[in-house]
């Protein structure tokens, strides 16, 4: 059996090979929390070794952020600084690819005044909504990974000793990366062509409408707008170097034509907003817009988050994921959307990827509206799939094939 | 006997407080090692309990800087990331408090492509040198201070255990800035008092040479400027916040008259130059400029640093140390220049502090230039001082004053 050292090692290589797919001379940005230092050592490491000419690291810290919360006037949070972005678009512009290990405690900001976060998330939105595009039109290579933290760990698994639930949570993480393996590359090519597949047969098809239902009371019709695209895992960026934006990832996801989405959807996992956690949402679409919403918990943010602009309350993203995907089997709630995503079909609230659209990445903000593709300063996955979950494609022709029966794919 | 935890503490608020003393809404930079999280915690808590708007780290890690020197090529070090310029000056406009902690091994580089380090020291001085002036006229509180890390500490004390190691130079650190007190701020304002008293002196008096004898060799005639300063410890910022800009300080210290020095003085403990180890250094001067130099150890350092810039052969500083401070009889050679500048007389080549000239920061560079300021890149402290030195004083009616015997103020 691998040890602990050889499975960091191996996820280390994956995420810089196959993940940001390191090129020579390509600068590299790692946002990584400080308790992952480890991590974050190897992959500069790895990073170098496949010819990066800078690996730069954008620490982060829970407990520093949380004592920011606590401490600082509500003032500072309504200023977020420019040279951030400005970092960013350094790199960016020089094809640097973006590591983004996320590991934070979900419940962290729980007992934060929501003012502050909520003016936080607006004041960073606008300064950094000028270089989404450089990763939601794939022209750099980017990828989200996770690590375990003591924080996240006793969230996910509240009953066992702090060291032991840490433990657990990363094997979970090689587990779902396929870093517990022989040969993750060789098992990511394989897993990377299976949903190929699936987005391919899907791209095909050109479906006009996607028909959910469950047994939580969900009834949604979603319209797909013509031309559209479902990508899989593998991405390629402007300098030609073939990446995956998230690992693990288990789905295959499209855009939903803005004004084309009716009925009543139902969350089927918690949503980790910004360190805090909405649970039970119901949804209810009129025209692509949702007209009414609620949660069991944690209703102020979804407040919050659909107070942040008007295009966040229509649907950005369209993902298919199948209920017994290995995340799903393990039947583990992570509270973190990277991995709770893949464990579910889900629609995301705001942006659209261009990319899902056909010659996407070359239109004007102006000709994607009015294409139907959502605009915002937010992009939120909530998650929707269940065992019994079963989506109707109906083609332009009216039509109708079964695409997912009780939660898989019946393709 | 206070425990460590109670000494950091005490080193936290005093450098919080005494240190930067951080005024309400006023933001605070901390260039942290990754391995002083804790001392970096600390100091963000108090930093915020005195009304902090927000405090920013900026993390580094002598592993992956030398990571980086060993694998990434020498273009990538000929341009120095202009953000990083951004980023610092945002803060300073903000009237920001910035803390350095240095910890770093002063061997760290040894193996390394001077070429490297050399391309990478000059972009990063093109690149900084307009704000410098931040902190080089004391527009903003600035403090420099100490952390005690492994590999620091087994340079410093080689022959004892990592653990044992770390603990010793902590204690000299807590020892030095005077935290192992039962008042360490109490002590700092005494501490501040004798320094200005000795500073009181020396500008009434506002001697026209210094003569500098010792058994080394040491032979040198420095010629002040009309109207210099000597500071001690405590400056004053934009905002009126009184500061401590080096924790710990021993020294008062003014500019000589760029060319007005001349003769020779040899070095009296190493030099640490950008992570290598210069030593046993002689420098002859004629009119303020190096005309011959040597080094028993790192010649090849000191040749690098003076090919920055012709200024750089000039001196920009003139401090004294009494050869009996508390750090000198501690007798250890820390290899880092905040510690060991503070044990001895010491000069420095390069950039002179404008803050030492009557007025001198609202000079232009024109008229600084022309009243005997040096400018240059660099700023680079050694030290002089021993145990027998003398420093005889002349005013500028010729008279002589003995001001230094045997090491010490003969005041």
Redesign the interface.
Known sequence: MMNFEQKLENYAELVIKKGVNVQK?QPVMIACP?ES?ELG?LM??KA??CG????V?N?Y?D??GL??Y????L??FQEF???IK??QE?YFKKNGAVISITSSDPTLLESVDPEKIQASNIAQSKVMKPIMKYTMNDMNAWCVVGAASKGWAKCVFPDLEPEEAVEKLWDAIFYTTRCDQEDPIGAWDEHVATMDRHARFLNEKQFKYLHYKNSLGTDLTIELPKNHKFLSAGSTSDIGAEFIANMPTEEVFTLPKKDGVNGVVYSSKPLNYGGNLIDGMRFVFRDGKVVEYSAEKGQQYLDQMFSVDENGKYLGEVALVPYDSPISNLDIVFMNTLFDENASCHLAFGKAYPTCLEGGTRLTDEELEEKGVNDSLIHEDFMIGTEDLSIIGELENGEKLELFKDGNFAI
Chains 1, 2 share one sequence.
């Open positions: 001379g400080i230092y050592y500069a490491k170098y070794d990066a000419s800078d690996v690291f620490w810290d407990a520093l004592l920011r606590e401490k600082a006037p003032e500072s600084p420019e040279w400005i970092r350094y």
